[in-house]
T-cell receptor, first 116, second 117 residues
């Protein structure tokens, strides 16, 4: 396994601009998760997919956020009209599922977003 | 709703000393429990997990954790730490779906383990 891959690793953007992050899960992992982590805090759940279906979204995922996984493989997380409060690390994770094989969730290195 | 409390935000310890990082959870249903480690500017790496069976779980890098259902705790321990163990440690809990799979993870706020000579 090559691991969960995220791109870009770092992004600095001006307030009001749109940004998009990409996540490539481990091959054959049909579950994909997005989390957000701010400094000094634990990761907070945003949303998750099983194959191409988005099964759950957190209340943290405002209407400026949208996530897609069009072919059940890679996923994108787009933030429109960024605000300074969006500055955080966005973590992607994947797992095999359903079933007990899905009980190990593997995380990527994260994408850091700084909104100036 | 689930929640995870990590009582210690920072734990300083000398190299080769034992350490315990505390984790308590709140849930009205059966759960799975996890410990992850995060090194600076990196993602999270799974240390160990409790799904069922023996309440003492052994993980990577010499860490172990004990599930205590009556105290709703899942404390992480290592008998002798190394400088390289300096990192942020996160406890997490998940519901169990009817397929036996873990659902989304709910994390604690983390404990910074600082190992010094």
């Amino acid at each position: 396994d090559t691991g969960v891959s995220q791109d870009p690793r770092h992004k600095i953007t001006k307030r009001g601009q749109n940004v998009t992050f990409r996540c490539d899960p481990i091959s054959e992992h049909n579950r994909l998760y997005w989390y957000r982590q701010t400094l000094g805090q634990g990761p907070e759940f945003l949303t998750y997919f099983q194959n191409e279906a988005q099964l759950e979204k957190s209340r943290l995922l405002s209407d400026r956020f949208s996530a897609e996984r069009p072919k059940g493989s890679f996923s994108t997380l787009e933030i429109q009209r960024t605000e300074q409060g969006d500055s955080a690390m966005y973590l992607c994770a994947s797992s095999l599922g359903p079933g007990r094989r899905g009980n190990t969730i593997y995380f990527g290195e994260g994408s850091w977003l700084t909104v100036v | 709703a689930q929640s995870v409390t990590q009582l210690d935000s920072q734990v300083p310890v000398f190299e080769e000393a034992p350490v315990e990082l505390r984790c308590n959870y709140s849930s009205s249903v059966s759960v799975y429990l996890f410990w992850y480690v995060q090194y600076p500017n990196q993602g999270l790496q799974l240390l160990l997990k409790y799904l069922s069976g023996s309440t003492l779980v052994k993980g990577i890098n010499g860490f172990e954790a004990e599930f205590n259902k009556s105290q709703t705790s899942f404390h992480l321990r290592k008998p002798s730490v190394h400088i390289s163990d300096t990192a942020e440690y996160f406890c997490a809990v998940s519901d169990i779906l009817n397929t036996g799979t873990a659902s989304k993870l709910t994390f604690g706020t983390g404990t910074r383990l600082q190992v010094t000579l």
